[in-house]
């Protein structure tokens, strides 16, 4: 009697290939949902395109032009869905963008980029549109890239106003394993399978961090468009960005005293993100001619918790 071969992959085979499966299972279905989410994304705004970065921007209102910047992992509906946008758009022309990444906007890979080289390509994008010299105001990570903008190019910037703003290095764990997606190939296989969903099940608890000492806005839970945050592209700049959140802070640092632009520093005084007193009440001690407006019981989410006092301050003269 002769035994016949097994036809059975060994153990570790049938476990990588098993694997394998189930990474292009989810793969496909994170697609199919990022591609749903961005087919919900209302039609809003307009097209650029520099330095073959396809740049999303909206525009509403006339005056003096007002330029807001937004956050790491949001877009352009984050200032509308806080209200301010349409606040300023009463009284100024205010034009928000997707930064590269975000959004609607492409992020194209090969080439780190950091608040610095956004912001030299907002001021393009600035330019093209023949916008300036112009309020620019940032929220978070934003803030950053307007301080650099301000820098580099003073002759857009008519003043800034800074919101929840992170200035001077510090130790960031969290930055530090939200940059690890960025990674080439490991990264790659995370975002495309198990990160969204890692996403979708701590949204809830980051919310709360974000806007904590107060509550959740509902307008935040029923309007802002949550699943595109969780799209591996919007993850993969989210990622992109905090890697360069600390080192952005500590190249900027010794120039901030070259601001020559009225600067207005807004912040909440239960800010559990960023800490105020070591960032906007620092800056506003290193800079004579700064203005700080310290809101009692807000967080990190300062222009949804008080979206009316942010436009009140960009209109100050």
């Known amino acids: 009697m002769t035994l016949q071969r097994s036809t059975w992959l060994p153990r570790w085979a049938r476990a990588i290939a098993g694997s394998a499966l189930a990474g292009s299972a989810l793969a496909l279905v994170n697609g199919a949902l990022a591609r749903r989410a961005e ?99 940032g929220h978070s990570i934003g803030t950053q890239i307007v301080v650099a903008l301000a820098l580099d190019h003073p002759q857009l910037v008519a003043r800034i106003v800074l919101v929840s703003g992170y200035y001077y290095p510090t130790r960031r ?34 919310s709360r961090v974000l806007f904590s000492p107060a509550k959740v806005p509902q307008r935040w839970k029923d309007r802002f468009p949550l699943e595109l945050a969780h799209r591996p592209s919007q993850i993969l700049a989210l990622s992109g960005d905090a890697g360069h959140l600390v080192a952005t802070a500590a190249a900027l640092c010794p120039r901030y005293g070259e601001l020559g632009m009225p600067v207005t520093l807004i912040t909440g005084d239960g800010d559990k993100v960023v800490t105020p007193e070591r960032h906007s009440k620092r800056l506003h001690e290193e800079l004579a001619h700064s203005r700080l407006i310290v809101l009692p019981g807000v967080g990190h989410m300062a222009h949804y918790l008080a979206p009316g006092e942010i436009a009140a301050a960009v209109r100050e003269v």
């Open 173 to 206: 764990i969290d930055a530090r394993l939200s940059s690890l997606l960025a990674v080439p190939v490991v990264g790659d296989l995370m975002r495309h399978t198990i990160s969204p969903w890692f996403s979708r099940a701590y949204t809830p608890i980051v």
């Open 39 to 137: 087919s919900r994304l209302a039609e809003l705004g307009e097209y650029l395109e520099l330095d073959g970065v396809r740049l999303r921007y909206a525009v509403r209102g006339e005056g003096q032009p007002v330029v807001l910047v937004h956050g790491n992992g949001t877009l352009i509906e984050d200032w509308i869905v806080s209200g301010v946008f349409d606040d300023l758009a009463q009284t100024h022309r205010v034009i928000a963008f997707d930064r590269p990444g975000f959004g609607r906007s492409a992020r194209p890979r090969g080439e780190p980029w950091s608040p610095q080289k956004q912001a030299h390509l907002l001021a393009k994008a600035l330019t093209q549109l023949g916008i300036g010299p112009a309020i620019i105001v």
